[in-house]
């Protein structure tokens, strides 16, 4: 069993930055591809980033450009730098675990999930 906790959302102006980090717990983080969705009112949770072992990410088109994903294996934890922020933007995002072994976008491929962070950001 993993756990997921994200931190680091708030309110923003459109143009500003944000960082969300997750850390993790309970399994081997190094071994573990992470993965960032997004679900704004009203709307599917959508891919946002994914990040596999060896730092290697892969972003939705949306946010390329604009954000940016690492993680740090010695703190077990993986961030999210957010930039150039839109209103757009505004949703709970959520970090996820999957134990397959090769970044992903399809939400059915991660198997453990964080409770989420709110993100808005004002026009």
């Known amino acids: 069993q993993v756990q997921l906790v994200e931190s680091g959302g708030g309110l923003v102006q459109a143009g500003g930055s944000l960082r969300l980090s997750c850390a993790a717990s309970?399994?081997?983080?190094?071994?573990?591809?992470m993965g960032w969705f997004r679900q704004a009112p009203g709307k599917e949770r959508e891919f946002v980033a994914a990040?596999?072992?060896?730092?290697?990410?892969y972003m939705a088109d949306s946010v390329k450009g604009r954000f940016t994903s690492s993680r740090d294996n010695a703190k077990n934890t993986v961030y999210l730098q957010m930039d150039s922020l839109k209103p757009e933007d505004t949703a709970v995002y959520y970090c996820?675990?999957?134990?397959?072994?090769?970044?992903?976008?399809?939400?059915?491929?991660?198997?453990?999930w964080g409770q989420g962070t709110q993100v808005t950001v004002s026009s």
């Open positions: 990040i596999n072992r060896s730092g290697r990410t």
């Open positions: 309970g399994g081997t983080f190094s071994m573990y591809v």
């Open positions: 996820a675990v999957s134990k397959r072994g090769f970044y992903t976008n399809y939400e059915g491929d991660y198997d453990y």
